[in-house]
């Protein structure tokens, strides 16, 4: 089955800063690939996803990049802001469990004002 | 998003009884899913329905039990609580198969079992 490596477990920046989360999977057939961002005591919320027939994408000041041939993709944050402080979890969708997410570990994001 | 609810908010419960987490979505997405989240472990699958009446096990199924008798909601079981239990649950429900759409999650189930 799928599984999804993420690095690093904690990140620390400065704000103004860029953030940088890497996720590796393993199943070759997983073609889409989410980012949720889940503050203290919240739901994970998407912030960003990823199919892969594309190999970046971006939404303002974030951005996911996918190399399909490494299996790895990453999400990038630019000119951090203490607001984005949480936690971020990379996903893959994999279909070898019949149509199922499997989750990174999860990275906690700290942005120092 | 408002329309995936959860509930009980919270729940202490203590080992050995049943407990029965609810989950309610009104988008009629077909697939419906069941994590935890514990400390060091992310989200973890525990089970997933992919349609009414369609149920498979996820990464940790043992000790839950799920159905799914209508499209809009999905229930977990805890049989027989254990303390290892004690987690933040959460539901989602997506579209999938039509374009890959992302997971909607409620708002989660704390769960304490003493």
């Known amino acids: 089955g799928e599984n999804v490596e993420q690095h690093p477990s904690t990140l620390s920046v400065q704000e103004g800063d860029s953030a940088v989360i890497k996720c590796t999977y393993s199943?070759?057939?997983?073609?889409?690939f989410p980012w949720y961002k889940q503050e203290l005591g919240k739901r994970p919320q998407l912030i960003i996803d990823?199919?892969?027939?594309?190999g970046e994408k971006k939404d303002q000041r974030i951005a996911v990049t996918l190399n399909k041939t490494a299996k790895h993709f990453s999400l990038h944050i630019t000119e951090t802001q203490p607001e984005d402080s949480a936690v971020y979890f990379c996903?893959?969708?994999?279909?070898?469990?019949?149509?199922?997410?499997?989750f990174g570990k999860g990275t906690r994001l700290l942005v120092k004002p | 998003d408002a329309g995936i609810t959860q509930s009980p908010r919270y729940k202490i419960t203590e080992t050995g009884r049943q407990v029965t987490l609810m989950c309610h979505q009104t988008?009629?997405?077909?697939?419906m899913f069941w994590y935890r989240q514990d400390l060091g472990h992310g989200l973890r699958l525990i089970y997933y329905?992919?349609?009414?009446?369609?149920?498979d096990k996820g990464e940790v199924p043992d000790g839950y039990v799920v159905s799914r008798s209508k499209t809009e909601n999905f229930p977990l079981t805890l049989e027989s609580a254990t303390r290892s239990q004690t987690s933040v649950y959460f539901c989602?429900?997506?579209?999938?198969?039509?374009?890959?759409?992302?997971?909607?999650f409620g708002d989660g189930t704390r769960l304490s079992i003493l």
């Open positions: 989602a429900s997506s579209e999938l198969g039509m374009g890959n759409q992302p997971q909607h």
């Open positions: 199943d070759s057939a997983s073609n889409y």
């Open positions: 990823i199919r892969s027939n594309v």
């Open positions: 996903a893959a969708l994999g279909g070898g469990q019949g149509f199922s997410f499997i």
């Open positions: 988008w009629s997405h077909s697939y």
């Open positions: 329905s992919a349609a009414a009446d369609i149920t």
